[in-house]
Nanobody
């Protein structure tokens, strides 16, 4: 069983920044594909960014150039640096860990961007 714990969410004004963190309990963290997803009220959960074990990244078009995903394998921690935040970024942000045929989710952290 893997436990993922997100932190770093909060309330920020438009144009501001936040850094999300996700700590994982799994020893195979370094070989896992990690990702961030978000779910706004009344909407489906959507992809934000992923980072593979080799470090390659992929972003949703809506966050490209504003968000940066990174990982620290020594600390079993995933990050999402969010800059130039917009009200439409308001959502619950979830981290995801995928390894082999298994996938795991955190409990989510709320990000609210005021206009």
């Amino acid at each position: 069983q893997v436990q993922l714990v997100e932190s770093g969410g909060g309330l920020v004004q438009a144009g501001g920044s936040l850094r999300l963190s996700c700590g994982a309990s799994r020893s195979s963290f370094s070989i896992s594909t990690l990702g961030w997803y978000r779910q706004a009220p009344g909407k489906q959960r959507e992809f934000v960014a992923t980072i593979r074990s080799g470090g390659s990244t992929n972003y949703a078009d809506s966050v490209k150039g504003r968000f940066t995903i990174s990982r620290d394998n020594a600390k079993n921690t995933l990050y999402l640096q969010m800059n130039s935040l917009k009200p439409e970024d308001t959502a619950v942000y979830y981290c995801n860990l995928a390894v082999g045929f298994s996938t795991y989710w955190g409990q989510g952290t709320q990000v609210t961007v005021s206009s």
